[in-house]
Nanobody, 115 residues
Framework: QVRLVESGGGLVQPGGSLRLSCAAS????????MAWYRQAPGNERELVARIFNDGRITYLDSVKGRFTISGDMAAMTVALQMNSLKPEDTGVYYC?????????WGQGTQVTVSS
């Protein structure tokens, strides 16, 4: 019924910027939180940033000062502005939403930071 769709990934040089966006298709629901995760080849999926419906925001330590998450809980949209990108930021980025007992995931968008 509800599907999360990411966009904005791509290939960028170190020091560059990308903006990821996520939007829900289908029926809209008000989530408890929305977040961005990422997974590099051979690594576990890690939480990059999360925004809660009370306005609280959390970040992975390694992206603090470089990434900014923003969202509209009512519209069920979330974005991630990524600046000063490093090769270690490379991975598949996934949009996530939590509402009650339900957890929703997007299919992911590839971000590659390389020269």
């Amino acid at each position: 019924q509800v599907r999360l769709v990411e966009s904005g990934g791509g290939l960028v040089q170190p020091g560059g910027s990308l903006r990821l966006s996520c939007a829900a298709s289908g029926r809209m629901f008000s989530p408890f939180s929305m977040a961005w995760y990422r997974q590099a080849p051979g690594n576990e999926r890690e939480l990059v940033a999360r925004i809660f419906n009370d306005g609280r925001i959390t970040y992975l330590d390694s992206v603090k000062g470089r990434f900014t998450i923003s969202g509209d809980m009512a519209a069920m949209t979330v974005a991630l502005q990524m600046n000063s990108l490093k090769p270690e930021d490379t991975g598949v980025y996934y949009c996530n939403s939590v509402r009650g007992g339900a957890v929703y995931w997007g299919q992911g968008t590839q971000v590659t930071v390389s020269s």
